[in-house]
């Protein structure tokens, strides 16, 4: 091909730039590590060397080719890499455990690799595959500065399209996934459909970028895609900053201009440049993963959207008078304050019946029955080990039962897991809190909202205007729930920095925003100042009164004899006792059991 | 049959280098939770000191099988306490530990290139010969590749089972938060997990260089066939991982008789997809066993 140099160095640049950036999706934003970035930039290479191929190779041995031209061999790169992706992805998507990937995306480069330099009758084996120049509509690409600026409007392209997925409510369900899939998972939010298609985004990406370079370079050969290439990305992205598409943007430059650079260093041999190359960048893959973990531009730093300060400064820092008003209107617009039934009167909402569960030889929930009221506030006590918390797990589907079901709402929770039993109208608020630590409070809450329009990825790019109209609903939304905890002032903080007891505040505004009827708090004043602990209390107060049901599980007797309607003591994986608050505490038997006196 | 035997024999011999490969890998992972990808740099290290040693100073085989395995955990060793530990310390991600693992096996290969050229290095001189067990035929080197590979493993077992610091491990890979509460050194145990599992890759990397050549990305491809042997038998035990490298070994053996060798390799990416869906856990679950 002809052309300039320093065109041709550019036009290497803006591939990585292209492969950085998707990369970026998955490790940064998904947290997900792939080692496949240079299989599905081959993949999607081969693809289109194959589709487009005239059924000759370099030396005139014969292969398969259609002869599509060149759009049409892009678009089966993409498609093909797509697919590929999913494929992988699929298994390892379904652990919680990022290790599986690493795993897979390895082992799935071996393979391409291997198929790549012996599949002769396919893909020419070790000497590859002649490919025609990019072409389109009749007008070719045959130098290098021509090429330029094509190949950099498509590393443009690329960079808009993850850095508009990352700033969508798309991209924070996978910075949330990222943080804590659990507690996502908990929220009522599927993360394998999320996962996977970050994955599957990235190496669709990724191929099409490889089919342009096969293009561009008119020939592919196996030993270009190895798996020092997907090394080099890898560091473009954690040096850049995970979670910062700029920040790849910036470090491929950087990085893909090593190599000429080097090249032109007189006292290096050209063989030994790419070495160097490789040592230099190696060498500040570590240094920086030891000195600057988040990146040269930290996550947040330029792409987060910050919310107008303003806004926030309005807000009045204790909104204790109209939060009864709030949450009422908002989740009962039926019911008129004074008119909420009283809890013995009207049906149970969530009805326990008979859970038993065993853990090897211990049975650590026996033959449990209670019933949850709308409105009731109904607290779990006992000493530790009784099968509080494991009666949370069993309700919220995080383990499965040995015997016994829970209905709510009348409908079987049998076999739900977490997520499906979150949707249903049942949310935990867990006793350690899994905040998204990376993630800002307003944001934390916003993952709460559910049904968002802008977590279908689909809808990001066909439906923009509604996405973005929901989208400033569930800013709205998430803002109103931090003013009903008290702390819109932090709105834009990162909640890592915030004070334990502010984080747990943060964790309550996020099970409000869910919208959930039945609320399963878990020690919810453990480990905070006693001003916490009232404010807490003053809204787990205010939530009863405004018809959602609640069961607590607290140590603090203070805090139970503060909220309970009802109590049930437990012990030794069995309702011991059951009533008021007066009726659990005039009794000596379980007073000594309680205090173990 | 004559042909069957000789396949198992030959998937015993490939199949043990396999299971010390998981095995090392297990160790250092399941302890540690270091997804070590540097481990590559390790194994080419190791290859090159025999090299080094046996070759260019000229010194007998011993030596430089000795000089492979006291390199390779010199450098596991030293990867750990200077890289990792530091990270660890800071809180770093796992994730994070990892790039930096990558960093290391790139720089690594490409640092060896520029020292000893892109060119392979051949340790010749081991004695070898074809032996004839019945209508067996192997090399004097392919039986004592897989007698050491099986010793080691077997010794490495007996280590984690049998004795006190075995015990310490354990404890640390099953719960290290508990394990430093009742006094375990976990950053002691850590350095001690790197220096075993990277001698036993210094073995097998010997033993490679002396039956092939070395080169600078010698390491990548027996650190994979280690990592996919440990997720295929069971990131759980040493048996699991032990028996992972047999199954890879014996695979890539039989499917040599019905496919072609890259075949092969397709055959194992599926039997490895089949066993994370349907098992994660690894074909032999142990959960609390060495």
Same mark, same amino acid.
């Given at each position: 091909?002809?052309?300039?140099?320093?065109?041709?160095?550019?036009?290497?640049?803006?591939?990585?730039?292209? =492969? +950085?950036?998707?990369?970026?999706?998955?490790?940064?934003?998904?947290?997900?590590?792939?080692?496949?970035?240079?299989?599905?930039?081959?993949?999607?290479?081969?693809?289109?060397?194959?589709?487009?191929?005239?059924?000759?190779?370099?030396?005139?041995?014969?292969?398969?080719?259609?002869?599509?031209?060149?759009?049409?061999?892009?678009?089966?790169?993409?498609?093909?890499?797509? $697919?590929?992706?999913?494929?992988?992805?699929?298994?390892?998507?379904?652990?919680?455990?990022?290790?599986?990937?690493?795993?897979?995306?390895?082992?799935?480069?071996?393979?391409?690799?291997?198929?790549?330099?012996?599949?002769?009758?396919?893909?020419?084996?070790?000497?590859?595959?002649?490919?025609?120049?990019?072409?389109?509509?009749?007008?070719?690409?045959?130098?290098?500065?021509?090429?330029?600026?094509?190949?950099?409007?498509?590393?443009?392209?690329?960079?808009?399209?993850?850095?508009?997925?990352?700033?969508?409510?798309?991209?924070?369900?996978?910075?949330?996934?990222?943080?804590?899939?659990?507690?996502?998972?908990?929220?009522?939010?599927?993360?394998?459909?999320?996962?996977?298609?970050?994955?599957?985004?990235?190496?669709?990406?990724?191929?099409?970028?490889?089919?342009?370079?096969?293009?561009?370079?008119?020939?592919?050969?196996?030993?270009?895609?190895?798996?020092?290439?997907?090394?080099?990305?890898?560091?473009?992205?954690?040096?850049?900053?995970?979670?910062?598409?700029?920040?790849?943007?910036?470090?491929?430059?950087?990085?893909?201009?090593?190599?000429?650079?080097?090249?032109?260093?007189?006292?290096?041999?050209?063989?030994?440049?790419?070495?160097?190359?490789?040592?230099?960048?190696?060498?500040?893959?570590?240094?920086?993963?030891?000195?600057?973990?988040?990146? &040269?531009?930290?996550?947040?730093?330029?792409?987060?959207?910050?919310?107008?300060?303003?806004?926030? %400064?309005? $807000?009045?820092?204790?909104?204790?008078?109209?939060?009864?008003?709030?949450?009422?209107?908002?989740?009962?617009?039926?019911?008129?304050?004074?008119?909420?039934?009283?809890?013995?009167?009207? %049906?149970?909402?969530?009805?326990?019946?008979?859970?038993?569960?065993?853990?090897?030889?211990?049975?650590?929930?026996?033959?449990?029955?209670?019933?949850?009221?709308?409105?009731?506030?109904?607290?779990?006590?006992?000493?530790?080990?009784?099968?509080?918390?494991?009666?949370?797990?069993?309700?919220?589907?995080?383990?499965?039962?040995?015997?016994?079901?829970?209905?709510?709402?009348?409908?079987?929770?049998?076999?739900?897991?977490?997520?499906?039993?979150?949707?249903?109208?049942?949310?935990?608020?867990?006793?350690?809190?899994?905040?998204?630590?990376?993630?800002?409070?307003?944001?934390?809450?916003?993952?709460?909202?559910?049904?968002?329009?802008?977590?279908?990825?689909?809808?990001?790019?066909?439906?923009?205007?509604?996405?973005?109209?929901?989208?400033?609903?569930?800013?709205?939304?998430?803002?109103?729930?931090?003013?009903?905890?008290?702390?819109?002032?932090?709105?834009?903080?990162?909640?890592?920095?915030?004070?334990?007891?502010?984080?747990?505040?943060?964790?309550?505004?996020?099970?409000?925003?869910?919208?959930?009827?039945?609320?399963?708090?878990?020690?919810?004043?453990?480990?905070?100042?006693?001003?916490?602990?009232?404010?807490?209390?003053?809204?787990?107060?205010?939530?009863?009164?405004?018809?959602?049901?609640?069961?607590?599980?607290?140590?603090?007797?203070?805090?139970?004899?503060?909220?309970?309607?009802?109590?049930?003591?437990?012990?030794?994986? +069995?309702?011991?006792?059951?009533?008021?608050?007066?009726?659990?505490?005039?009794?000596?038997?379980?007073?000594? &059991?309680?205090?173990?006196? | 049959?004559?042909?069957?035997?000789?396949?198992?024999?030959?998937?015993?011999?490939?199949?043990?280098?396999?299971?010390?490969?998981?095995?090392?890998?297990?160790?250092?992972?399941?302890?540690?939770?270091?997804?070590?990808?540097?481990?590559?740099?390790?194994?080419?290290?190791?290859?090159?000191?025999?090299?080094?040693?046996?070759?260019?100073?000229?010194?007998? =085989?011993?030596?430089?099988?000795?000089?492979?395995?006291?390199?390779?955990?010199?450098?596991?060793?030293?990867?750990?306490?200077?890289?990792?530990?530091?990270?660890?310390?800071?809180?770093?991600?796992?994730?994070?530990?990892?790039?930096?693992?990558?960093?290391?096996?790139?720089?690594?290969?490409?640092? =060896?290139?520029?020292?000893?050229?892109?060119?392979?290095?051949?340790?010749?001189?081991?004695?070898?010969?074809?032996?004839?067990?019945?209508?067996?035929? $192997?090399?004097?080197?392919? $039986?004592?590749?897989?007698?050491?590979?099986?010793?080691?493993?077997?010794?490495?077992?007996?280590?984690?089972?049998?004795?006190?610091?075995?015990?310490?491990?354990?404890?640390?890979?099953?719960?290290?938060?508990?394990?430093?509460?009742?006094?375990?050194?976990?950053?002691?145990?850590?350095?001690?997990?790197?220096?075993?599992?990277?001698?036993?890759?210094?073995?097998?990397?010997?033993?490679?260089?002396?039956?092939?050549?070395?080169?600078?990305?010698?390491?990548?491809?027996?650190?994979?066939?280690?990592?996919?042997?440990?997720?295929?038998?069971?990131?759980?035990?040493?048996?699991?991982?032990?028996?992972?490298?047999?199954?890879?070994?014996?695979?890539?053996?039989?499917?040599?008789?019905?496919?072609?060798?890259?075949?092969?390799?397709?055959?194992?990416?599926?039997?490895?997809?089949?066993?994370?869906?349907?098992?994660?856990?690894? =074909?032999?679950?142990?959960?609390?066993?060495?």
């Amino acid at each position: 091909m002809g052309g300039s140099y320093i065109a041709d160095l550019a036009n290497q640049i803006t591939f990585l730039v292209a =492969l +950085a950036v998707s990369l970026n999706l998955l490790l940064g934003f998904a947290g997900q590590m792939s080692m496949a970035t240079a299989a599905f930039y081959g993949l999607g290479a081969y693809t289109c060397a194959i589709m487009t191929a005239q059924g000759m190779t370099l030396t005139g041995a014969a292969v398969i080719g259609p002869g599509w031209p060149f759009l049409g061999g892009l678009a089966s790169a993409i498609v093909v890499s797509f $697919v590929g992706g999913l494929v992988v992805a699929a298994p390892a998507a379904r652990r919680v455990r990022g290790d599986y990937l690493i795993l897979l995306t390895l082992a799935f480069h071996f393979l391409f690799v291997t198929i790549a330099s012996s599949w002769v009758g396919l893909t020419g084996g070790p000497n590859g595959i002649v490919v025609p120049p990019i072409g389109f509509f009749g007008y070719e690409i045959n130098t290098t500065d021509q090429a330029f600026w094509f190949l950099l409007a498509w590393a443009a392209f690329v960079s808009l399209v993850c850095w508009w997925i990352g700033r969508s409510p798309f991209g924070r369900l996978l910075r949330g996934i990222r943080e804590d899939e659990i507690a996502i998972q908990a929220l009522g939010k599927r993360t394998i459909a999320p996962k996977s298609l970050a994955f599957a985004m990235t190496a669709a990406m990724a191929g099409a970028t490889g089919a342009i370079s096969a293009a561009y370079m008119q020939f592919v050969a196996p030993t270009t895609y190895s798996l020092d290439l997907a090394i080099l990305v890898a560091a473009c992205v954690a040096l850049g900053g995970p979670g910062n598409i700029l920040g790849s943007v910036v470090a491929a430059i950087v990085i893909g201009a090593l190599r000429p650079i080097l090249e032109n260093v007189p006292s290096l041999s050209s063989d030994s440049a790419v070495p160097w190359q490789t040592v230099i960048y190696g060498s500040i893959l570590v240094a920086g993963m030891v000195f600057r973990p988040r990146g &040269l531009l930290p996550e947040g730093l330029i792409a987060m959207r910050r919310f107008p300060r303003e806004a926030i %400064s309005a $807000v009045p820092r204790v909104v204790q008078a109209t939060l009864l008003k709030t949450v009422g209107e908002r989740d009962q617009p039926a019911l008129a304050k004074s008119s909420v039934p009283s809890p013995m009167i009207a %049906s149970p909402i969530v009805r326990v019946r008979n859970l038993s569960k065993s853990f090897g030889g211990l049975q650590a929930v026996k033959d449990v029955s209670f019933d949850l009221h709308p409105g009731e506030i109904v607290a779990l006590i006992g000493p530790n080990g009784a099968g509080k918390s494991t009666i949370f797990n069993l309700m919220t589907g995080a383990i499965r039962p040995d015997q016994g079901e829970v209905t709510l709402h009348g409908q079987s929770l049998a076999g739900a897991d977490p997520c499906a039993v979150a949707r249903s109208g049942m949310a935990r608020y867990f006793q350690h809190v899994r905040i998204l630590p990376g993630l800002s409070a307003l944001n934390n809450v916003a993952i709460g909202v559910p049904r968002q329009a802008g977590e279908n990825l689909a809808m990001t790019f066909l439906a923009p205007m509604r996405v973005a109209r929901g989208e400033a609903e569930v800013r709205a939304e998430a803002l109103r729930q931090l003013e009903n905890v008290g702390i819109a002032p932090h709105a834009n903080r990162t909640a890592q920095d915030l004070a334990f007891g502010q984080q747990k505040l943060v964790a309550f505004a996020r099970l409000l925003a869910t919208g959930a009827q039945v609320l399963l708090l878990d020690e919810p004043t453990s480990g905070v100042d006693p001003q916490a602990a009232d404010q807490i209390i003053a809204l787990v107060r205010t939530l009863a009164q405004s018809g959602k049901s609640i069961c607590i599980v607290e140590h603090s007797l203070h805090v139970v004899s503060e909220l309970a309607d009802r109590i049930l003591f437990m012990n030794a994986g +069995a309702i011991m006792a059951e009533g008021t608050v007066e009726a659990i505490t005039t009794r000596p038997d379980l007073v000594d &059991l309680y205090f173990g006196t | 049959m004559n042909q069957l035997l000789q396949l198992i024999a030959f998937g015993i011999v490939q199949g043990a280098t396999y299971a010390l490969l998981a095995a090392s890998f297990w160790l250092i992972y399941a302890t540690t939770r270091t997804f070590h990808l540097a481990h590559s740099v390790t194994y080419a290290v190791a290859g090159y000191a025999a090299f080094v040693i046996s070759v260019q100073l000229g010194l007998s =085989l011993w030596l430089g099988a000795f000089a492979s395995v006291i390199s390779a955990a010199a450098v596991g060793c030293a990867i750990d306490a200077i890289l990792y530990r530091p990270m660890r310390a800071r809180g770093a991600s796992v994730l994070s530990i990892f790039l930096a693992s990558l960093g290391v096996a790139a720089a690594g290969a490409a640092a =060896l290139q520029l020292i000893f050229g892109p060119l392979v290095k051949q340790v010749p001189g081991f004695p070898n010969a074809t032996l004839y067990l019945g209508s067996v035929t $192997v090399t004097r080197l392919q $039986v004592l590749t897989a007698f050491c590979a099986a010793a080691t493993i077997f010794l490495v077992f007996l280590f984690i089972t049998r004795t006190r610091t075995g015990n310490a491990i354990t404890a640390v890979r099953t719960n290290p938060t508990m394990a430093m509460a009742v006094g375990i050194p976990v950053e002691r145990i850590s350095v001690l997990v790197f220096g075993i599992g990277s001698a036993m890759a210094g073995l097998a990397a010997f033993f490679e260089t002396i039956s092939f050549v070395a080169y600078p990305t010698m390491g990548l491809q027996p650190v994979m066939f280690g990592v996919i042997g440990v997720f295929l038998g069971g990131i759980g035990s040493i048996r699991g991982a032990a028996l992972g490298g047999f199954v890879l070994g014996f695979l890539l053996v039989f499917s040599g008789l019905f496919l072609s060798q890259n075949l092969g390799v397709i055959l194992v990416f599926a039997v490895l997809l089949v066993v994370v869906v349907f098992r994660p856990e690894g =074909l032999l679950r142990s959960p609390s066993g060495a």
